[in-house]
């Protein structure tokens, strides 16, 4: 797993959006190989192909933009919330997260675990309000289910309620 830290102060949308789009590269590039053979098949006149495969590359893509939205919401709240002092974007072949670094208070934590499978949620609105027939939208309804104690962000949702008022310390760097 790649890994890399980033201090807080130095978090601007640039550098969390490229360090969001290097954890995600290998599925990434996975879908950009399957974009462009979609594009070859309709060029050469292979349309049997075509349907089924953009198909399942708009799915696959609205499930990797839901992880990038689920994600980047995480980084906004840490980025927003005191105590924090770098953030780590961890990826690999088939996950990525950021792990928060330094000190937050129960609330904090509560709300920033919510912020990450809500916004992935609320950005299936439209999809779902669009193109109801193409159930694009349920693969951002699915990060809800990230909210349940056995996902990182439930584990961090119920660390933060049961301790409302109480700091919670979280990774630290080595000096």
Same mark, same amino acid.
């Given at each position: 797993?790649?890994?890399? +830290?980033?201090?807080?102060?130095?978090?601007?949308?640039?550098? +969390?959006?490229?360090?969001?789009? !290097?954890?995600?590269?290998?599925?990434?590039?996975?879908?950009?190989?399957?974009?462009?053979?979609?594009?070859?098949?309709?060029?050469?006149?292979?349309?049997?192909?075509?349907?089924?495969?953009?198909?399942?590359?708009?799915?696959?893509?609205?499930?990797?933009?839901?992880?990038?939205? /689920?994600?980047?919401?995480?980084?906004?709240?840490?980025?927003?919330?005191?105590?924090?002092? /770098?953030?780590?974007?961890?990826?690999? !072949?088939?996950?990525?997260?950021?792990?928060?670094?330094?000190?937050?208070?129960?609330?904090? +934590?509560?709300?920033?675990?919510?912020?990450?499978?809500?916004?992935?949620?609320?950005?299936?609105?439209?999809?779902?309000?669009?193109?109801?027939?193409?159930?694009? /939208?349920? !693969?951002?309804?699915?990060?809800?289910?990230?909210?349940?104690?056995?996902?990182?962000?439930?584990?961090?949702?119920?660390?933060?309620?049961?301790? !409302?008022?109480?700091?919670?310390?979280?990774?630290?760097?080595?000096?």
């Amino acid at each position: 797993m790649k890994l890399s +830290a980033v201090p807080i102060g130095d978090l601007k949308v640039t550098v +969390a959006a490229k360090s969001l789009l !290097w954890a995600i590269r290998v599925p990434g590039v996975a879908l950009a190989i399957g974009f462009t053979g979609c594009a070859v098949c309709a060029i050469a006149g292979v349309p049997a192909i075509l349907q089924p495969a953009l198909w399942l590359l708009i799915h696959a893509s609205c499930l990797l933009l839901g992880f990038v939205i /689920h994600e980047g919401s995480h980084v906004l709240g840490l980025k927003l919330t005191p105590g924090i002092t /770098h953030v780590i974007f961890a990826g690999s !072949w088939l996950r990525f997260s950021v792990v928060p670094m330094g000190s937050l208070v129960g609330w904090q +934590a509560a709300l920033i675990a919510l912020g990450g499978p809500l916004a992935a949620c609320v950005a299936g609105v439209p999809l779902a309000a669009a193109l109801p027939d193409q159930a694009f /939208h349920w !693969w951002f309804f699915l990060h809800s289910i990230f909210l349940l104690p056995p996902f990182g962000d439930g584990r961090s949702l119920v660390k933060g309620l049961l301790n !409302w008022r109480r700091p919670l310390q979280l990774l630290q760097m080595d000096s």
